[in-house]
């Protein structure tokens, strides 16, 4: 791993804990909104601690990545700089990941300090949510294809695991399906206006995949 990208992932990992300190010790109010529905109106408050549960989401499968990572390298059988290769993408896109999940542990603290921005009619809140995971999905779909076959990464299907060819065919199928449900979730974020989005990316999500899924086995199984 570069030391730059390592900074930047333990900062990424880090950074979250120490913002949301600082806005639950000296900016939040005791009791804040932990909850809203679709309709973008708090169904639940609760204690303004529960502000650390995103931030310790993100050190912990941080640091479990870091500790995976350590493992992949010392039980690969790959050559050294082929290992190397397929964790620079995988660096890259949990940093991504990270940063993304950053920007929402940020609307999170804004929102319990003013609960009323989501339930203005004017406000982009749901729409800014919807295309911060519709991008991330565009991003790792696009990594997706640039990966090989290994242990921790991409699609792992018995059938495309045997050849790099065959990994290249599902991967990039997968690939495409995340790209068009990161599309179709940005897009339900833009028209709908509130939570409900959520079903659009669902249903884009499981019937992409599947037919990603299908197509590549067909595909591969025509090749053997």
């Known amino acids: 791993m570069k030391k730059f990208k390592r900074v930047l992932l333990w900062l990424s990992a880090v950074l979250p804990t120490v913002y949301t300190a600082i806005a639950v010790f000296f900016l939040l109010p005791e009791t804040v909104a932990a909850h809203f529905g679709a309709n973008g109106i708090p169904d639940r408050y609760g204690s303004k601690y529960e502000a650390f549960l995103l931030p310790a989401i993100i050190l912990f499968t941080s640091i479990v990545y870091f500790l995976f990572r350590k493992f992949a390298v010392r039980s690969s059988t790959d050559d050294n700089s082929r290992t190397a290769r397929h964790l620079d993408i995988v660096d890259t896109t949990v940093l991504c990941v990270n940063i993304i999940l950053n ?36 991003m790792i779909g696009n990594i997706m294809p640039k990966t090989k076959p290994n242990s921790f990464v991409g699609i792992r299907l018995s059938w495309c695991m045997d050849s790099d060819e065959h990994w290249y065919i599902a991967n990039r199928a997968g690939g495409i399906a995340l790209v068009f449900s990161g599309i179709v979730t940005i897009i339900s974020g833009l028209v709908l206006r509130s939570g409900y989005y959520v079903v659009g990316m669902i249903i884009a999500l499981i019937v992409s995949l599947t037919v990603a899924t299908v197509y590549s086995y067909v595909i591969i199984k025509k090749e053997k």
């Open 103 to 138: 920007a929402v542990c940020v609307m999170v603290l804004i929102l319990m300090k003013h609960p009323a921005m989501m339930t203005n009619a004017e406000n982009l809140i749901f729409p800014i949510i919807a295309t911060v995971i519709g991008v991330m999905f565009v």
